[in-house]
């Protein structure tokens, strides 16, 4: 059974950063994608960041977020710079395995105030 457990979220200001973690129970390069999203309220879930052999964003986060992984500690980060309220969601960590089957964390609250 794969666990994926999100830390790093919480309160912060407008301008202000976060580093949001993401541990695997599994070695990580069973994964073919392992990825960001959010869900605001009333929203929909959307994807932030992915990471395989190159990395991906969606056009709001570009420039302020960084997607990184670190096979030895089985974890993916995501670097959360510059934030605005916009950026107030629960933050969800994914993975893909070969099979295409999807695993998803808990999600953790990341909160920025104006």
């Known amino acids: 059974q794969v666990q994926l457990v999100e830390s790093g979220g919480g309160l912060v200001q407008a301008g202000g950063s976060l580093r949001l973690s993401c541990a695997a129970s599994?070695?990580?390069?069973?994964?073919?994608?392992m990825g960001w999203y959010r869900q605001a309220p009333g929203k929909q879930r959307e994807l932030v960041a992915t990471?395989?052999?190159?990395?991906s964003y969606a056009d709001s986060v570009k420039g302020r977020f960084t997607i990184s992984r670190d096979n030895a500690k089985n974890t993916v980060y995501l670097q959360m710079n510059n934030l605005r309220p916009e950026d107030t969601a629960v933050y969800y960590c994914?993975?893909?395995?070969?099979?295409?089957?999807?695993?998803w964390g808990q999600g953790t609250q990341v909160t920025v105030s104006s």
């Open positions: 599994t070695s990580i390069f069973g994964f073919n994608v």
């Open positions: 994914n993975a893909k395995d070969w099979r295409a089957t999807d695993y």
């Open positions: 990471i395989s052999g190159v990395t």
